[in-house]
């Protein structure tokens, strides 16, 4: 089978290496289309054998280089007769699906949709339902399988989506021989991190951005003694959050580490891990953090709610720095080993091998 996988955001490629490793490993043709030829990911892509195409597509809906990347993806889908188009991020995948009309029809090419977390969804801006979910409305019905990752939007699709088919896949997965196995040094780690010996120390990783909603977090640190939060992530918001904590009185702990590539032994490290998103489809980072022993503290909002209850850790209100401090206070005091344990043992379901199956099943069908 000759496949094509297309995406906005070539970070995004990451969350699907090994499913597309597996079908090279038995025979199938991959190739990538993205407007980010040059990230490391497309690099990897290109040893395994991939052709990476560039496209004109961008985050933003408005952007002139939507238009010409419909052509662009039209072109390439109809000159290489691919078998089946794998699409991925709102915009990208909004242009794959009008591109394909045709070689859905002329060539029998199938189109495969990943949502990894509508932008429209209950409580989201009223304009965000007047651009994507219009837009997605429009082009369901020129998808052949439409791929949700939460309950929500799996619910949401059903109903309201004319996809060929709908389908539930629980997220991306995860490798869980990677997490929870770190062998560290846990009181040096810490002192390399700025965290004193005695304190408990609070983990989020995530982008600095509106979304992640870190401030909320450092807004809560002036009613906790001895607590430290600690982020990786970059992001244009990290000089507000630097600004934000000594106003806050709690400048000595709060620390923002950058992107860092020791994640599973920040996680290890960690006494609890705080995840105050906004908006999130299903969080590969909150995966993480369970599949290491840790209870969380998150926000009540889809994706969230299908990995966290209270025998994990607690759920809160994003908008709320009250019912953040309460979740957090919550996952601090007792039973963090019984939550740690219990959340180790819901995130098997989420298993990159029991993801990977499904979506083979979904390509057989």
Known sequence: MKILYVTTIGGTMVFFKEFIKRLIAVGHTVDIATNE??????DCYREWGCRV???STSRSPLSMGNVKAVGQIKRLVMT???????????????CTRLA???????????????AHG???????????????????????????????????????????????????????????????????????????????????????VGELNEN????????????????????AGKGHLEGELLALAPAEGVGDRVHLLGYRTDVAELYAAADAFVFPSYR????????????????VACSAIRGNVDLIDEQGGALFDPHSVDACREAIATVISGNTAERGAYNREKIKAFDIWNVIEMMRELYRA
């Not at 030829?37 to 497309?42: F, M």
């Not at 021989?177 to 120390?201: D, Y």
């Not at 953090?289 to 840790?294: K, S, V």
């Open 53 to 55: 195409f560039p496209i």
């Open 280 to 295: 999130e489809g299903l969080s590969v980072s909150l995966m993480e953090a369970m599949a290491t022993g840790l209870p």
């Open 100 to 114: 394909c009309r045709k070689a859905r029809k002329k060539l029998g090419t199938k189109v495969f949709y990943t």
């Open 80 to 94: 290489e007769k691919y078998d089946l188009v794998h699409c991925h991020t709102p915009i990208a995948a909004f």
């Open 118 to 204: 509508f932008h429209f969804y209950e409580g989201a801006p009223k304009k965000n339902w007047l651009i994507f979910y219009t837009a997605e409305k429009l082009v369901a019905r020129y998808t052949d399988v439409l791929i949700t990752i939460n309950r929500e939007d799996y619910a949401l699709a059903q109903k309201k989506l004319r996809a060929k088919r709908v389908a539930y896949v629980p997220g991306v997965g995860i490798d869980l021989s990677k997490f929870g196995k770190a062998e560290i040094n846990v009181t040096e780690k810490r002192t390399s991190l700025g965290v004193p010996e005695g304190a408990t120390l609070l983990l989020s």
């Open 212 to 231: 992640k909603n870190h401030s909320t977090v450092i807004r809560t640190l002036k009613d906790f003694k001895n607590v430290h939060y600690v982020i």
């Open 37 to 42: 030829t040059g990230s490391p990911v497309a």
